[in-house]
RNA sequence: GGCCCGUUCGUCUAGUGGACCAGGACGCCGGCCUUUCAAGCCGGAGAUCACGGGUUCGAAUCCCGUACGGGCUACCA
């Protein structure tokens, strides 16, 4: 995609620091990351921090985590640094000062004193009227006299502002509709409409990769960058936004998949996670549906990007996430699954795996199947022939090596001997053994208690 | 309200004028395997291609309109 005389390709996520990490960030960052790879360009992680209610230095951090936990690395930020820091836009307050200064002084912006009130008055106005909303410029052409608070607005030049979308094609947006903007609020710090292009331009960003919500602001900042002199980015790509289920937006409350953290929490690999994102929204035009990050690499293009939102599935994700698990060592998949049953040791979690492996969607589903381990079933009560049963595998089972084969061999020998249905047989044994109806296959139900626990489950129990 | 983006099985999607009475994946249903649950294998149901006009010998694919959904229109980002 890049010609040799491009300057490297340099791309940015600029995610705010308001609360949870997103998935739509971790989203975004993977298309940032895929392109920057690809192209041997540089990651940008610049933390957008304008909103001085709602910023939180611990959002900060879990944007860091999030991000690093899916293997989303950066190249310049806030904890890097870089030639273009700081990476922070709190800490760059100075330079949009400036830029709104030039921008006053050339004559493409203006001092706005007009107050919320007044505003909410002419919005309501032109609804009233039924015509589009735009500022009436009353700042520009008749400020009021003897106040002090203001903002910044741009002066919108209006026009054509076309651009380049890689997903899209060609976009034009008719500036003549947009009213002039606030860039400076009149708390001093500029809004995420200003100063975004401004980093954006500063920091050389050449292509900007972000969510399709921001497709309408493109003109605003389009314009901005050109009123500043700065030249504009080669392109930009609005990947198509990820919705509920019901096909809403998400929000925070209603809907948990929103937070990053929860993946981890439940037992998401990271890479399974990354593949399912990739599909959403994005397709290769084969048949495959599991992708290493390596091969994500090779396949990804923007011309193959959906243009409409997708509606985030856990099914899928649960099957991708299987798809992973199974894949992974008997090893590996033990060190994974580790922290999910810390009362166990690192032994019995190896012993388990194999027929854990094929049973679990998500890591924490290991609780299900081996908490029977260190908490123990309440006794079922069991009629007489039952307990003669429990009995007779108790019976058979003292003498035997306590691992899955040799167990397996004294039961079904004991099943032989019953007379009754291996199902018949087995069941109340899980029962006791686990207290569940849903175990793994008994003999690895046996072997992973220690063979004198296990004995006197059955004993009590019989 | 205005502007922008979208609309193919429940969901993610393939499809760029004839190979499509629409293909794949998840999910669902049935079977095999089986001590439970999975995994695996085999099979199945499921889409009047949002709707209405047009263009064309021929349209899911091109054009127009309508409906519906989403985004932006904030001193949020």
Redesign the pocket.
Known sequence: MAVPEDPPVRVRI???P?GFAHLGTASTALYNVLFARQTAGTFVLRI????????RPEYEALIYESLRWLALDWDEGPDKGGPHAPYR?SERVDIYREEAARLIKEGHAYR?????E??EAE?RQ??AE??????SRRCLTNPPEGRS???V?FQVPGGEIRFTDMV?GE????AD???D??I????G????????PVDDARMEITHVIR???????T??QLMLVDALGYPRPQAYA?M??I?A?D???MSKRKHPELNLAIYREQGYLPEALLNYLA?????????Q?IFSFDELLQSFSF??V????????W??????N??YI?RLSDDELARRVQPFVSQLDADTIRRAVP?L?????KLADAVG?LDYLWTDPPAPSLDEETSLRVRAAADALKPVAWEPEPI?SA??KA?LESGV???R???P??DVLTG??????????FALLPKDKALSRLERAA
């Not at 039924?130 to 500022?135: L, N, T």
Request: aromatic residues 14%; glycine residues 6%.
């Open positions: 600029a995610p705010s308001t957008d921090d304008t909103d001085m209610e709602r910023n836009q706005c004193y007009c107050t919320p007044e505003l919005r032109a609804q039924k015509r589009a909303y735009k500022y608070v203001f903002a607005r899209r976009m034009r947006f008719d509709l947009i009213g903007f606030i400076v609020k009149s708390d710090y500029p809004t995420y409409q200003f100063a975004s969510g399709e919500e921001h497709l309408s602001n003109p605003y609005h198509p936004l919705l289920r096909g809403a937006k599909l959403l929204g994005w397709n290769p035009g084969t048949e549906e011309d193959r959906q243009h409409g939102g997708a509606r985030f599935d099914e899928k994700l649960n099957w991708i299987g798809e199974r027929a492996k094929t049973r679990l969607h199947y397996e039961l079904e099943v249905s291996k199902g047989f087995y069941n044994l899980r569940k109806k849903v175990a793994l296959p008994i003999h690895y139900a």
